[in-house]
């Protein structure tokens, strides 16, 4: 604690809050919107016209990623599908678009790729809307978990040692293995499907921001009691950016949490209990309990509460999430003076959060149940680092292997 008393006020008096934008989604608040309206003026609607729109919103988006593709690659005419549109309009389009200076050009295809991405959400939520098991949607009243289950085999009371379960699910490193993520309370949920086993209700969902396809044997899916159904689609909720002070408070606050892969909740989640009471004849330890709670935060997710939802949930999207820091051929005590507070270091599958020149705050995974969330001196962690990794300006344009370099991203000056 006494790292944590040395920490705060000196960082959040020098630091200032950039002008917020929204979440890293690739779709903007304006997107989201209109997709959502479309979706609700188009509600009742039958199945087969439902069918009909999400055939001509695929159209768009095939034929819009014609036209990038040639706007980008003029020369690869054999690599395009004429199927869609003829080589002949997009010889046109493209004659028009090399007359444009490059401002308008950038502009021109960032339209098209904005217009593909809603056209692939209206294909989605339309296709979804005509089969015969879609269930509407929900809003999520707690935090809630989903859980990456074979479609003939939905058992979460059985994952989260509930009623008749005789142990406790675990993989080799101590966490819930089809645990995917918990998404944060008044989530919007599409319900694909139902399902019940025994005396319990599940639905297999998909949720805008957390959208994965895992194949034709695997959904997501929770538990109805964590959810309320509605009759139309709830708007997306849109995160901002908190101020410093708050993400400040909330890494601090996460600290000696446990270590738990995906996820997830750091306060934990006390409805678990109630929703699938342990057995008496199964004893959980302290540790046990708290991880049957959700209560700890991996790496990226530790960030993801901390930010209020804002950043990205993996640390793919954080290697070139918000702006640069230019640390090629720096040294070790050369980075610590460059720093900023809030300043990540993110390698491939793992982030580190700086909090000042002296710490830094990470979630790793330990044996035993040690705990996952603590607060590291800087110094010491870009030691150990270093003995594996060199840094680099930009993941992707480094041409060192993965495995072999690190990134620093900034948000806060």
Same mark, same amino acid.
């Not at 005396?199 to 034709?216: A, N």
């Given at each position: 604690?006494?790292?944590?008393?040395?920490?705060?006020?000196?960082?959040?008096?020098?630091?200032?809050?950039l002008?917020?934008?929204?979440?890293?989604?690739?779709?903007?608040?304006?997107?989201?919107?209109?997709?959502?309206?479309?979706?609700?003026?188009?509600?009742?609607?039958?199945?087969?016209?439902?069918?009909?729109?999400?055939?001509?919103?695929?159209?768009?988006?095939?034929?819009?990623?014609?036209?990038?593709?040639?706007?980008?690659?003029?020369?690869?005419?054999?690599?395009?599908?004429?199927?869609?549109?003829?080589?002949?309009?997009?010889?046109?389009?493209?004659?028009?678009?090399?007359?444009?200076?490059?401002?308008k050009?950038?502009?021109?295809?960032?339209?098209?790729?904005?217009?593909?991405?809603?056209?692939?959400?209206?294909?989605?939520?339309?296709?979804?809307?005509?089969?015969?098991?879609?269930?509407?949607?929900?809003?999520?009243?707690?935090?809630?978990?989903?859980?990456?289950?074979?479609?003939?085999?939905?058992?979460?009371?059985?994952?989260?040692?509930?009623?008749w379960?005789?142990?406790?699910?675990?993989?080799?490193?101590?966490?819930?293995?089809?645990?995917?993520?918990?998404?944060?309370?008044?989530?919007?949920?599409?319900?694909?499907?139902?399902?019940?086993?025994?005396?319990?209700?599940?639905?297999?969902v998909?949720?805008?921001?957390?959208?994965w396809?895992?194949?034709?044997?695997?959904?997501?899916?929770?538990?109805?009691r964590?959810?309320?159904?509605?009759?139309?689609?709830?708007?997306?909720?849109?995160?901002?950016?908190?101020?410093?002070?708050?993400?400040?408070?909330? /890494? %601090?606050?996460?600290?000696? *949490?446990?270590? +738990?892969? !995906?996820?997830s909740?750091? =306060?934990? $989640?006390?409805?678990?209990?109630?929703?699938?009471?342990?057995?008496?004849?199964v004893?959980?330890?302290?540790?046990?309990?708290?991880?049957?709670?959700?209560?700890?935060?991996?790496?990226?997710?530790?960030?993801?509460?901390?930010?209020?939802?804002?950043?990205?949930?993996?640390?793919?999207? /954080? %290697?070139?999430?918000?702006? *640069?820091?230019? +640390?090629? !051929?720096?040294?070790?005590? =050369?980075? $610590?003076?460059?720093?900023?507070?809030?300043?990540?270091?993110?390698?491939?599958?793992?982030?580190?959060?700086?909090l000042?020149?002296?710490?830094a705050?990470?979630?790793?995974?330990?044996?035993?149940?040690?705990?996952?969330?603590?607060?590291?001196?800087?110094?010491?962690?870009?030691?150990?680092?270093?003995?594996?990794?060199?840094?680099?300006?930009?993941?992707?344009?480094?041409?060192?292997?993965?495995?072999?370099?690190?990134?620093?991203?900034?948000?806060?000056?």
């Amino acid at each position: 604690m006494n790292k944590i008393k040395a920490i705060i006020p000196i960082y959040i008096l020098t630091c200032f809050f950039l002008n917020a934008t929204y979440a890293y989604t690739t779709l903007t608040e304006k997107d989201h919107n209109y997709i959502d309206k479309t979706i609700n003026t188009n509600q009742n609607i039958s199945k087969s016209l439902k069918k009909e729109k999400a055939e001509h919103y695929s159209k768009v988006a095939n034929d819009t990623n014609i036209l990038i593709n040639a706007y980008l690659w003029i020369s690869t005419w054999d690599k395009l599908n004429w199927k869609i549109i003829t080589k002949e309009s997009v010889e046109a389009a493209v004659e028009k678009f090399n007359k444009l200076d490059d401002k308008k050009k950038t502009k021109a295809i960032q339209t098209l790729k904005e217009t593909q991405k809603i056209a692939e959400e209206l294909q989605r939520a339309y296709q979804i809307e005509s089969e015969e098991n879609f269930q509407w949607y929900a809003t999520t009243l707690l935090p809630t978990p989903l859980y990456r289950l074979n479609k003939k085999n939905v058992d979460i009371n059985f994952i989260m040692w509930g009623e008749w379960t005789t142990w406790i699910l675990f993989d080799s490193a101590n966490t819930i293995d089809q645990l995917w993520v918990v998404i944060p309370k008044w989530s919007p949920v599409t319900l694909i499907d139902k399902v019940q086993t025994w005396d319990f209700t599940y639905y297999e969902v998909r949720t805008r921001e957390f959208d994965w396809w895992y194949g034709e044997d695997e959904a997501f899916y929770l538990d109805s009691r964590f959810i309320e159904k509605k009759d139309k689609k709830p708007n997306e909720v849109i995160p901002a950016l908190p101020d410093i002070s708050t993400i400040y408070k909330n /890494l %601090l606050s996460a600290v000696d *949490s446990h270590y +738990i892969w !995906w996820g997830s909740y750091y =306060q934990g $989640i006390p409805e678990i209990n109630e929703f699938y009471p342990t057995p008496d004849n199964v004893k959980l330890t302290k540790d046990e309990q708290e991880y049957k709670l959700l209560k700890g935060v991996d790496c990226s997710w530790l960030l993801w509460q901390a930010t209020n939802g804002y950043t990205p949930r993996n640390t793919s999207w /954080l %290697l070139t999430f918000w702006e *640069s820091v230019n +640390i090629t !051929w720096n040294t070790i005590s =050369q980075i $610590i003076n460059k720093v900023k507070p809030l300043d990540l270091i993110v390698r491939k599958w793992h982030v580190i959060i700086i909090l000042s020149n002296e710490y830094a705050i990470e979630s790793i995974w330990k044996e035993n149940f040690e705990w996952g969330v603590e607060i590291i001196k800087l110094k010491e962690r870009l030691e150990d680092i270093f003995t594996r990794r060199q840094p680099v300006n930009e993941w992707n344009e480094s041409t060192l292997p993965n495995k072999e370099k690190f990134v620093i991203r900034r948000r806060f000056k």
